[in-house]
């Protein structure tokens, strides 16, 4: 008995020196979608409507429609690349209003209908600036509030929080004749709803550690067995 409670803590001391595999950045700039023309007001065609193209990276996008604009905002006024988004209004109008804040939503990547969480979520504002300000809100999986950041509109500014379980994220930007148009959002996608993953050498002691338990609890079977007869 002594000898199986032994492995038994060995087993868990692995699994709890193992961890979580280290999570990944995930970037997106936008680039591999058809952006439309940099004109609020405009209606939003239906190649540049992004809403869950990204669904197997664990990431949703809405806005006022279920949907925010890709839109094509030329060299030097993008982050990286050409593209960034905006926001929408209904009935599917480009609009950077304040009114329709963009909402980035994290989910499973292996079943989108299940909702997930990260640690961390940052996009960069594009280079045009306006100075006013523009704020990054997270909530949790109730949709409660957690935290905010709120900087300026400086030319390429970063918005960037880092905490526990988020959910989804909201971006509150300006108005049309100065709104700003979001690139190069990152996150990471190793927190999740699913239960952390092990390495393969965490897996394979782990393995081992189970079969020894096993042959452990055969042969005192078979030793009572013996005492028995």
Known sequence: MRRRSEVAVGVLALLVAAGPVAADVVTINFDDLPGMPNTPGDTIPTQSQLSDHFANLGVLFSSGESFVAVV??????????????GGSRPPGILTYDAA?????????????????????????????????????SAYDLNGQFITST???????????????????????????????????????????????????AALLILLLSLVSVGVIALRGVRRIGYSDS
């Not at 499973?108 to 100075?131: H, I, K, L, Q």
């Not at 379980?165 to 990152?186: M, N, Q, S, Y």
């Open 72 to 85: 094509d905002l030329g060299q030097g006024h993008a982050t990286s690349g050409t593209n960034g988004i």
């Open 150 to 200: 709120t900087v300026p509109d400086s030319g390429g500014v970063t918005l960037s929080i880092t905490t526990p379980g988020i959910h989804f994220v909201r971006f509150v930007g300006t108005t049309d004749e100065d709104g700003v148009a979001l690139d190069d959002l990152r996150f990471n996608d190793g927190p999740t709803t699913r239960a952390p993953a092990l390495s393969h």
């Open 100 to 136: 329709y804040p963009i909402e980035i939503t994290f989910v499973d990547p292996e079943n989108p209908y299940n909702p997930a969480v990260t640690n961390f979520v940052s996009v960069r504002g594009d280079f045009f600036g306006s100075g006013k300000n523009v704020t990054l």
